[in-house]
């Protein structure tokens, strides 16, 4: 993908609301743009002003099978807010089956390599499919969420999936995508109210203690950089 093409949406969208920044884009890639949302407060954020505003970008999400109850509540709460579509892309059964039964259920408290290895398999593969054809990914991703995530840039190329990546609200805080929650009575999970900062698969999530660091309750009993692979930093081809 042409930097000259990203450098163009940047000036584009430069100053521009939410809404309009998301329009901008889905115009410069009519049917190719897609949305992955994974239910938390930042992604309601983006999912209202796409569906609100009848922007043509597809919205998706991943079924890892391991997502709390209150997860797959939201979904359907969400779908019928606003009357549309949300497709699910799930994990390849014969590889979920594989590594169930050859390490058991809960491999992935036992080492990093084998939590990272369930997260490709629930998340990074599945999240691969859903891009194919796609020239445009939308994440909710926040720059304030994680350390690893302050690398990131609005608009950058991403090299493991080919696509452009948008995170439109990269640069919002925790208090403006609050007030925007509360501004449209945007519909969230109600595990954030039980300090669920970062809600992720149930078995690796946990309530966060206050002043505890938002990413803290995912995969609770490591000391990583708290990613599944979804998101990789690439400055070599960032673009901003």
């Known amino acids: 993908m042409s930097e000259a093409i990203i450098n163009q949406l940047i000036e584009e969208i430069e100053g521009k609301s939410l809404a309009e920044s998301l329009s901008i884009v889905a115009d410069a890639f009519p049917g190719k743009v897609r949305f992955s949302s994974a239910f938390g407060q930042e992604d309601q954020v983006i999912a209202d002003a796409i569906f609100r505003n009848d922007v043509d970008i597809e919205v998706f999400t991943l079924d890892t099978g391991r997502l709390f109850k209150e997860a797959y509540e939201l979904i359907d ?5 606003y009357k549309k579509p949300i497709k699910v892309y799930y994990p390849n059964a014969e590889r979920v089956e594989a590594m169930v039964n050859k390490k058991g ?5 036992e080492s990093v390599e084998n939590r990272k290895e369930c997260c490709f398999i629930r998340k990074v593969e599945p999240l691969k499919r ?3 054809g796609a020239k445009v990914w939308v994440t909710g991703l926040r720059s304030d969420q994680s350390e690893n995530r302050q690398g990131f840039d609005l608009l950058e190329w991403d090299e ?11 640069r919002w805080s925790y208090e403006e995508m609050i007030d925007y929650l509360k501004q ?7 595990l954030h109210d039980k300090g669920y900062i970062s809600i992720g698969c149930a078995p690796c999530t946990r309530a966060i203690e206050p002043g505890e660091h938002p990413r803290a309750g995912r995969w609770y009993w490591e000391t990583s950089q708290k990613e599944c692979g979804l998101h990789q930093v690439n400055k070599a081809t960032a673009s901003i």
């Open 77 to 81: 709460q969400t779908r019928s807010r």
């Open 105 to 109: 259920m809960h491999s992935f408290y």
């Open 130 to 132: 859903a891009l194919v």
């Open 160 to 170: 493991a999936n080919q696509v452009i990546k948008f995170n439109p609200i990269l």
């Open 184 to 190: 449209y009575k945007v519909p969230y999970n109600k």
